[in-house]
């Protein structure tokens, strides 16, 4: 791994803006563009640090360490680990309802092959999920399944282990059957929802292991995206926290100014690093901007410090 620059590392950490994002995606699974794409964007956008974290693959990584290396920029391996985890306490009616799909950005590891390896299952399953989320789509809107799912694999280029909600929102915007991705996602897919599936996954705790195991470190993805109380979000992070994970992602800059003072708080408690990143997906979701990341606050240290 290249060294990170170390006028990044030796400032203040206050920072205004970083040219460092830790969660990018790309067509090697949910993205729009390619892994080396990806990369020469963010080098257009100033950023000087990235991590390509496709959802359970690690399979762009090649492709973007060349065209990092030729920029000369730093890459830094990463991968975003589907789990499943149980968020016990607080107040829901819906305790059913408690068992979440939790993301967990994986960095810095070293053993590739077999990360590879244990996400392999993980990627079959995503082509069963992948397709019985369309035959929802295609029954609640009664559409032909056939003309659904030819439709995601377009999106998916060609590869059916890559589909993820992303690509069917994407379907379902350009059929006119939602105005737009968003509303396929609140409205269908999201967890609970009429056309969502869970995707079968590793628990929490063996997801943190196995980026350990692999030389690496765990920051739990958007926290506050799961649908969860402000009580169940401090709950996951603690369960997070004692399961062994090393950091925390900030939460995006759009987001409440509560919300963000609440999860520094909890950071702090379990003194926790941070990681930041766009969670940029390409033309799909044009508001994640490579290189629009939060900033640090007073204290905070980011994960990318020890990733030399």
Same mark, same amino acid.
């Given at each position: 791994?290249?060294?990170?620059?170390?006028?990044?590392?030796?400032?203040?950490?206050?920072?205004t803006?970083?040219?460092?994002d830790?969660?990018?995606?790309?067509?090697?699974?949910?993205?729009?563009?390619s892994?080396?794409?990806?990369?020469?964007k963010?080098?257009?956008?100033?950023?000087k640090v990235?991590?390509?974290?496709?959802h359970d693959?690690?399979?762009?990584?090649?492709e973007?360490r060349q065209?990092?290396?030729?920029?000369?920029?730093?890459?830094?391996?990463?991968?975003?680990?589907?789990?499943r985890?149980r968020v016990?306490?607080?107040?829901?009616?819906k305790?059913?309802?408690?068992?979440k799909v939790?993301?967990?950005?994986?960095?810095?590891?070293?053993?590739?092959e077999?990360m590879?390896?244990?996400l392999?299952?993980?990627?079959?399953?995503?082509?069963?999920?992948?397709y019985?989320?369309?035959e929802?789509?295609?029954?609640?809107f009664?559409?032909?399944?056939?003309?659904?799912?030819?439709?995601?694999?377009?999106q998916?280029?060609?590869n059916?282990?890559?589909?993820?909600?992303t690509h069917i929102?994407?379907?379902?915007?350009?059929?006119?059957?939602?105005? &737009?991705?968003?509303?396929?996602?609140?409205?269908y897919?999201?967890?609970?929802k009429?056309c969502?599936?869970a995707?079968?996954?590793l628990?929490l705790?063996?997801c943190?292991?196995?980026?350990?195991?692999?030389?690496?470190k765990?920051?739990?993805?958007?926290?506050?995206?799961?649908?969860?109380?402000a009580?169940?979000?401090?709950?996951?992070?603690?369960?997070f926290?004692?399961?062994?994970?090393?950091?925390?992602?900030?939460?995006a800059s759009?987001?409440?100014?509560?919300?963000?003072?609440?999860?520094?708080?909890v950071?702090?408690?379990?003194?926790?690093?941070?990681s930041?990143?766009? &969670?940029?997906?390409g033309s799909?979701?044009?508001w994640?901007?490579?290189?629009?990341?939060?900033?640090?606050?007073?204290?905070?240290?980011?994960?990318?410090e020890n990733?030399v």
């Amino acid at each position: 791994m290249n060294s990170l620059n170390l006028d990044i590392l030796s400032s203040s950490p206050i920072y205004t803006q970083l040219p460092i994002d830790m969660h990018c995606h790309s067509t090697r699974s949910d993205g729009t563009f390619s892994p080396s794409e990806v990369v020469q964007k963010a080098h257009e956008k100033g950023v000087k640090v990235l991590s390509l974290s496709d959802h359970d693959t690690v399979l762009g990584i090649l492709e973007a360490r060349q065209t990092a290396d030729s920029l000369g920029m730093t890459l830094i391996h990463g991968v975003e680990i589907s789990c499943r985890h149980r968020v016990m306490g607080g107040y829901s009616k819906k305790p059913a309802q408690n068992e979440k799909v939790i993301h967990v950005l994986g960095y810095g590891f070293s053993d590739i092959e077999t990360m590879h390896s244990k996400l392999a299952a993980i990627q079959a399953n995503r082509e069963t999920r992948g397709y019985a989320m369309c035959e929802r789509v295609a029954s609640t809107f009664r559409r032909p399944m056939d003309e659904i799912w030819e439709a995601v694999l377009v999106q998916a280029k060609g590869n059916p282990q890559a589909v993820g909600r992303t690509h069917i929102a994407k379907v379902m915007a350009d059929q006119g059957l939602v105005s &737009d991705v968003q509303k396929a996602f609140t409205g269908y897919l999201a967890d609970h929802k009429p056309c969502y599936v869970a995707l079968d996954g590793l628990s929490l705790k063996d997801c943190i292991n196995l980026i350990h195991d692999c030389g690496g470190k765990a920051s739990l993805a958007h926290a506050t995206r799961y649908n969860l109380t402000a009580n169940k979000v401090r709950k996951l992070i603690a369960d997070f926290a004692s399961s062994g994970g090393d950091a925390v992602e900030l939460p995006a800059s759009n987001e409440p100014t509560s919300t963000r003072h609440m999860v520094d708080r909890v950071i702090k408690e379990h003194e926790l690093k941070v990681s930041i990143g766009s &969670d940029f997906h390409g033309s799909t979701m044009p508001w994640r901007v490579l290189g629009g990341v939060p900033k640090l606050h007073e204290g905070q240290v980011g994960i990318w410090e020890n990733l030399v």
